[in-house]
C-alpha cells in the first residue's frame, strides 16, 4: 500500500469515526439513550491513534516540513477535518512516491530515530503491524483508563 493510500484509508476511518461519535453524543444528550458513546467513543479513539501513527509515519517518509507534519497531527482533533487534509496534500503532492527504504541497495541508510523507525516499519511491515497493534492497543487501554478528555456535562453545569 502506498504512503497516498493508507493516508486517504486513515483519513476516511478518523472522519466517520467522527461521524459516529457525534451521533452517539446526539443520541446522549437528547436524551435517547447513553449506551452509544462508550462504544463510539472507543471506535473513535482508535481511528483518531491510528490517523495520528499513519500521519507520522508519512511525515517520515515524504519528509514533510514541520509545519506541514504538525499540521497532519493537528486536524486529527477537529472534526472532519482529515479527510479534506488528505485530499489537499493529495494534490499538492506530499503524498506522491513510495516508500523509502523498500529497496536497501538503492536507498541510503536510516539517519537517526525517526528514519530507522521507518526502515523497520518499511523492511518488516508484519512484524510493524503487530508492533504498531499492540502500541495502539496500549495507548488506547490507558486512555480508557484516564477518562474522557473533558466532561461535558461539568462544562455545561458551569
Not at 499540521?71 to 487534509?85: E, H, N, Q
Not at 506522491?96 to 529497496?103: I, S, V
Request: with cysteine; proline share 6%.
Amino acid at each position: 500500500m502506498t504512503p497516498q493510500k493508507l493516508h486517504r484509508t486513515a483519513a476516511i476511518l478518523e472522519t466517520i469515526t467522527w461521524a459516529l461519535l457525534l451521533l452517539g453524543m446526539t443520541l446522549k444528550y437528547s436524551g435517547t439513550t447513553d449506551s452509544v458513546v462508550p462504544i463510539t467513543g472507543s471506535i473513535h479513539g482508535f481511528g483518531f491513534l491510528c490517523f495520528v501513527v499513519m500521519t507520522t509515519l508519512i511525515w517520515v517518509n515524504n519528509r514533510w516540513t514541520p509545519n506541514l507534519g504538525l499540521t497532519g497531527l493537528l486536524v486529527s482533533v477537529i472534526p472532519f477535518a482529515a479527510w479534506p487534509f488528505a485530499r489537499w496534500a493529495e494534490k499538492q503532492g506530499h503524498l506522491e512516491g513510495g516508500w523509502r527504504f523498500r529497496n536497501t541497495e538503492t536507498e541510503t541508510h536510516p539517519e537517526g530515530i525517526f528514519d530507522w523507525v521507518l526502515y523497520q516499519t518499511v523492511r518488516y511491515p508484519a512484524r510493524s503491524i503487530v508492533v504498531v497493534l499492540v502500541v495502539v492497543t496500549t495507548i488506547f487501554s490507558l486512555l480508557l483508563l484516564l477518562g474522557p478528555p473533558v466532561s461535558v456535562e461539568d462544562i455545561i453545569n458551569e
